[in-house]
């Protein structure tokens, strides 16, 4: 075998999750750090005689179980096909590496699923994968080398699953991983917050929930003032006058709305701001039910003051 026969175009990671990936089947194109991958979804219900389902129990074709961590009501097989963009040696392309850039990549994929469609993910972690194998491919396609099979020491299941796509929310989702483009960071931080609420750390819900917000304000009014032409200098005074200051003052300046005579205005001081400064500063015991009208109410605030 020459040396070019001895060169990888191409790595295969396959692979189980133990949640259904509420996508459908086929390839998803992902850029990511300079990575381009093609990832491979076929998902798989367990049936409905499987042991222990109580009698009578019918699950609809779309369900889901929430917190399934051992996958007996479903999995998805995932196939992660990296695009090397040089010839390289197999010996430099070590499973594990491998292995770290796959659950990369479907974190990537997870995250822009929960962006577009306001669905719950967690996180996907190494111990959640059992085992894997590696197959690497020469310039011809054919296989080089042996498969090389890694398994995983004491792998904990911790991922539930979500809705269903529609065809739009799959469109954005392709779109959006195959150009590398990024969430909104505040976008990111309130789906951290119902991540938060999910594990009941509601006073980490309610945080981050304000923390999203606050960056929401300082990009919009940042935006908003330059349209408008005023110099960066300007704008980064501006933004140090203070969070009420820029609501009151500031928000009517560069939408034409008088944005603290409104009820988003009074619901996001009650439900938002109140409860984290109490939570910050006092040590005030957060409820469910505070964690969830916290996170709506900034998220219901933040569709309002764009739509303006």
Same mark, same amino acid.
């Given at each position: ?30 850029? +990511? ?88 993910? +967690? %996180? ?44 739009? @929310?799959?469109?954005?989702? %392709? ?6 483009? @990024? ?16 594990? %009941? ?61 409104? @009820? ?45």
């Amino acid at each position: 075998m020459n040396n070019i026969e001895n060169l990888i175009k191409a790595s295969v990671l396959i692979f189980d999750v133990p949640f259904m990936i509420n996508l459908p089947n086929g390839d998803y194109n992902v850029y +990511i750090d300079n990575t381009y991958a093609t990832v491979k979804l076929e998902r798989f219900r367990s049936p409905t005689d499987m042991p222990g389902l109580p009698k009578g129990v019918i699950f609809p074709s779309n369900s889901y179980i929430l917190g399934d961590r051992w996958g007996r009501f479903n999995h998805t097989k995932i196939q992660v096909t990296f695009h090397h963009h040089i010839y390289i040696k197999a010996t430099a392309l070590l499973p594990s590496f491998l292995f770290s850039k796959a659950i990369d990549i479907i974190n990537r994929l997870l995250s822009v699923c929960r962006g577009v469609k306001g669905d719950h993910y +967690i %996180r996907l972690i190494t111990s959640d994968v059992f085992s894997y194998n590696v197959f690497y491919f020469g310039s011809d396609g054919k296989q080089v080398n042996e498969s090389v099979f890694a398994s995983m020491p004491d792998s904990i299941m911790a991922m539930g699953g979500t809705s269903e796509a529609t065809n739009e @929310q799959v469109t954005k989702i %392709r779109e959006i991983l195959s150009t590398n483009a @990024q969430l909104p960071l505040f976008q990111e931080i309130i789906l951290d917050a119902w991540d938060y609420h999910f594990y %009941r750390n509601y006073r980490a819900a309610v945080i981050e929930s304000g923390t999203a917000f606050e960056i929401f304000i300082d990009n919009f009014i940042w935006e908003r003032y330059s349209r408008l032409g005023k110099t960066e200098e300007e704008i980064k005074n501006i933004l140090e006058t203070g969070l009420k200051n820029l609501l009151r003052e500031h928000i009517r300046k560069v939408t034409g709305t008088n944005f603290s005579a409104t @009820q988003q205005y009074l619901d996001w001081e009650k439900y938002a701001y109140e409860i984290r400064n109490e939570t910050i500063h006092r040590g005030t015991r957060v409820s469910d039910a505070d964690s969830v009208k916290a996170i709506e109410t900034v998220t219901d605030t933040i569709k309002f003051l764009m739509s303006l």
